[in-house]
């Protein structure tokens, strides 16, 4: 139950902090003054997406702060679940926005997020928008506006077939994938097996390149090479005492005999030394190079030719030899999962088929309780609407197979109506008019309230579309739910005025150039006056005895509820 509204800084409201009753609250109001606004404020403390133009014209921030008494403790059990202490009953839900944009949140003092706060919302407080006798015009609501009146069970069931049949439509989509992508698939199938097959049979080698480009520079410069060899080693080994070897070992044999009269003379032996030892290496390797070297126009194409293998394999699939290994690697990878993708095929088939016998059976199931669920509701809404003046109207619950899986089931629910004898059942958007499509939505809203926990409910302005007698009944019937739980609800209407427990006004006034929204609690002569207002506009010795003849029925009539 709301006990306590606070608001400061919301649209034209400067500030108001208002303590409501645990039974029937009314606000009234000129056109204009600002009743939804009071709407909007709880709306916007319990969650819901509001532009941050909603903060008054000059100030930096709005807050509201709802102060609940949770008499049924199932919202402070949710708390206890997420760790958000409490005192006793009370649970007190605050929101501020900022001018930046930035939105705190706060449960109890706890700091808390969007989706936490509407969840506890939800349990406590249902609001109904003066908007939302639309929805009845809307057939895929329909069926959402039936299943809220199932058990913890059937919700249950429904949950289980939700997931079964994201799963089944998830499957589905990526069977359908499988079967569009076919040949494409073949075709890349057959593409990575000639890719891999053309690079196997290359027989690669790391570090090949560079070795056949060696010997291709080696064996195409043969004859220029054999020729500087063969030069170098006459200059090296020489005939007659002459080679550049020779005559370094002459040398040294020339100082060996002086070499130990001083340092400098035994370091000028040792160099020679040294260079007559490297001298007879390099004459060595180079004569040896030289005896080695074959030139052959055969081994030169084989070069070449394998050297233009390697030169194509790269332009297709990579700079090195390493590369076009590695991209072997994962063209065998693909294959191998194209391959495998074959009896993934066959899994999910079977996957499939498996779910669509458990979606069947479990939208069967759903089927069957709807059926029932639309029975009790047909029967108790009927009722109502003969509380509601429409004494000849019927409500239907048509449930109708269909031939394939929705996220509801398989079966389609609209609601019809029939408001004279001899009609026929039609869609409500064919038949029902704007007076009576708040009544039937008030009819279903008094049975989905009386069947539920939720301690506290806001109609706004449930009354649009119907006056005289009806507007009675709907001030009894909001009556009727406010003996078991808190009703607050913005109205036009006289008769529903003179039924509340508590009455509010709200006024629009401007102060030193600023327009404020101001609410204030009625005593019952002002509630008198409020009533003669709403009658015609004119408080007179005339209108106010009708207005304490109204008040006084609806008096009569709840002491006759007691």
Same mark, same amino acid.
């Given at each position: 139950?709301?006990?306590?509204?606070?608001?400061?800084?919301?649209?034209?409201?400067?500030?108001?902090?208002?303590?409501?009753?645990?039974?029937?609250?009314?606000?009234?109001?000129?056109?204009?003054?600002?009743?939804?606004?009071?709407?909007?404020?709880?709306?916007?403390?319990?969650?819901?997406?509001?532009?941050?133009?909603?903060?008054?014209?000059?100030?930096?921030?709005?807050?509201?702060?709802?102060?609940?008494?949770?008499?049924?403790?199932?919202?402070?059990?949710?708390?206890?679940?997420?760790?958000?202490?409490?005192?006793?009953?009370?649970?007190?839900?605050?929101?501020?926005?900022?001018?930046?944009?930035?939105?705190?949140?706060?449960?109890?003092?706890?700091?808390?997020?969007?989706?936490?706060?509407?969840?506890?919302?939800?349990?406590? /407080?249902?609001?109904?928008?003066?908007?939302?006798?639309?929805?009845?015009?809307?057939?895929?609501?329909?069926?959402?506006?039936?299943?809220?009146?199932?058990?913890?069970?059937?919700?249950?069931?429904?949950?289980?077939?939700?997931?079964?049949?994201?799963?089944?439509?998830?499957?589905?989509?990526?069977?359908?994938?499988?079967?569009?992508?076919?040949?494409?698939?073949?075709?890349?199938?057959?593409?990575?097996?000639?890719?891999?097959?053309?690079?196997?049979?290359?027989?690669?080698?790391?570090?090949?390149?560079?070795?056949?480009?060696?010997?291709?520079?080696?064996?195409?410069?043969?004859?220029?090479?054999?020729?500087?060899?063969?030069?170098?080693?006459?200059?090296?080994?020489?005939?007659?005492?002459?080679?550049?070897?020779?005559?370094?070992?002459?040398?040294?044999?020339?100082?060996?005999?002086?070499?130990?009269?001083?340092?400098?003379?035994?370091?000028?032996?040792?160099?020679?030394?040294?260079?007559?030892?490297?001298?007879?290496?390099?004459?060595?390797?180079?004569? +040896?190079?030289?005896?080695?070297?074959?030139?052959?126009?055969?081994?030169?194409?084989?070069?070449?030719?394998?050297?233009? *293998?390697?030169?194509?394999?790269?332009?297709?699939?990579? +700079?090195?030899?390493?590369?076009?290994?590695?991209?072997?690697?994962?063209?065998?990878?693909?294959?191998?999962?194209?391959?495998?993708?074959?009896?993934?095929?066959?899994?999910?088939?079977?996957?499939?088929?498996?779910?669509?016998?458990?979606?069947?059976?479990?939208?069967?199931?759903?089927?069957?309780?709807?059926?029932?669920?639309?029975?009790?509701?047909?029967?108790?809404?009927?009722?109502?609407?003969?509380?509601?003046?429409?004494?000849?109207?019927?409500?239907?619950?048509?449930?109708?197979?269909?031939?394939?899986?929705?996220?509801?089931?398989?079966?389609?629910?609209?609601?019809? /109506?029939?408001?004279? *004898?001899?009609?026929?059942?039609?869609?409500?958007?064919?038949?029902?008019?704007?007076?009576?499509?708040?009544? /039937?939505?008030?009819?279903?809203?008094?049975?989905?309230?009386?069947?539920?926990?939720?301690?506290?409910?806001?109609?706004?302005?449930?009354?649009?579309?119907?006056?005289?007698?009806?507007?009675?009944?709907?001030?009894?019937?909001?009556?009727? /739910?406010?003996?078991?739980?808190?009703?607050?609800?913005?109205?036009?209407?006289?008769?529903?005025?003179?039924?509340?427990?508590?009455?509010?006004?709200?006024?629009?006034?401007?102060?030193?150039?600023?327009?404020?929204?101001?609410?204030?609690?009625?005593?019952?002569?002002?509630?008198?006056?409020?009533?003669?207002?709403?009658?015609?506009? *004119?408080?007179?010795?005339?209108?106010?005895?009708?207005?304490?003849?109204?008040?006084?029925?609806?008096?009569?009539?709840?002491?006759?509820?007691?």
């Amino acid at each position: 139950m709301l006990t306590q509204l606070y608001v400061r800084n919301i649209a034209l409201i400067d500030e108001v902090c208002l303590t409501l009753d645990n039974r029937l609250n009314i606000f009234s109001g000129e056109t204009g003054a600002g009743k939804s606004m009071l709407i909007d404020s709880i709306q916007f403390a319990i969650g819901n997406r509001i532009k941050k133009q909603i903060i008054r014209k000059g100030e930096n921030s709005a807050y509201v702060k709802l102060k609940f008494e949770d008499l049924h403790k199932v919202a402070l059990s949710f708390l206890e679940d997420v760790g958000i202490p409490y005192s006793q009953n009370e649970i007190i839900i605050e929101r501020t926005l900022y001018i930046s944009g930035k939105t705190v949140y706060k449960i109890n003092g706890v700091i808390s997020n969007r989706s936490t706060i509407t969840k506890v919302a939800s349990i406590l /407080i249902d609001v109904h928008g003066q908007h939302e006798p639309q929805s009845l015009l809307v057939v895929s609501n329909h069926i959402d506006m039936l299943d809220s009146f199932g058990d913890a069970k059937f919700i249950s069931l429904k949950n289980h077939y939700d997931k079964t049949y994201f799963r089944w439509q998830k499957l589905k989509n990526k069977l359908s994938e499988t079967d569009g992508d076919n040949r494409k698939k073949l075709q890349l199938k057959d593409m990575l097996s000639f890719q891999i097959n053309e690079i196997t049979m290359a027989n690669l080698k790391l570090n090949e390149e560079d070795e056949l480009t060696a010997q291709l520079s080696t064996l195409s410069q043969a004859d220029k090479i054999m020729t500087a060899l063969q030069k170098t080693y006459s200059l090296l080994n020489g005939t007659d005492d002459f080679g550049a070897l020779s005559c370094v070992g002459s040398s040294a044999k020339s100082l060996q005999d002086i070499s130990d009269i001083n340092p400098e003379l035994q370091t000028f032996y040792n160099t020679l030394i040294e260079i007559e030892s490297n001298l007879q290496e390099v004459t060595y390797n180079i004569q +040896n190079y030289a005896d080695n070297i074959e030139y052959s126009p055969r081994a030169l194409l084989a070069v070449q030719t394998r050297l233009d *293998v390697i030169y194509s394999l790269k332009q297709k699939y990579g +700079n090195n030899i390493e590369e076009i290994l590695q991209y072997k690697m994962q063209c065998e990878k693909d294959l191998y999962e194209i391959s495998q993708s074959d009896i993934d095929k066959e899994s999910l088939q079977k996957e499939v088929s498996n779910l669509e016998v458990d979606l069947n059976n479990l939208a069967t199931e759903l089927y069957q309780i709807r059926i029932t669920l639309a029975q009790k509701l047909e029967q108790q809404i009927n009722i109502h609407l003969k509380d509601l003046q429409m004494p000849h109207a019927l409500f239907k619950v048509n449930i109708q197979s269909i031939n394939n899986f929705t996220k509801n089931g398989h079966h389609n629910i609209e609601f019809l /109506i029939k408001t004279n *004898v001899g009609d026929d059942f039609h869609p409500l958007s064919q038949i029902a008019s704007g007076g009576e499509i708040s009544r /039937i939505m008030l009819a279903i809203k008094t049975v989905l309230v009386l069947g539920d926990k939720i301690e506290t409910v806001i109609f706004d302005e449930i009354d649009t579309g119907i006056s005289g007698v009806t507007a009675t009944k709907v001030a009894e019937k909001l009556s009727t /739910i406010s003996r078991s739980r808190q009703v607050i609800c913005i109205t036009h209407l006289p008769q529903i005025v003179a039924m509340g427990d508590e009455n509010y006004l709200i006024e629009k006034n401007v102060i030193h150039g600023k327009t404020h929204t101001s609410l204030t609690k009625l005593t019952s002569t002002q509630i008198h006056h409020e009533l003669c207002r709403l009658m015609g506009g *004119v408080v007179t010795e005339a209108t106010l005895k009708s207005a304490e003849e109204i008040k006084n029925l609806s008096i009569k009539y709840k002491d006759s509820c007691q």
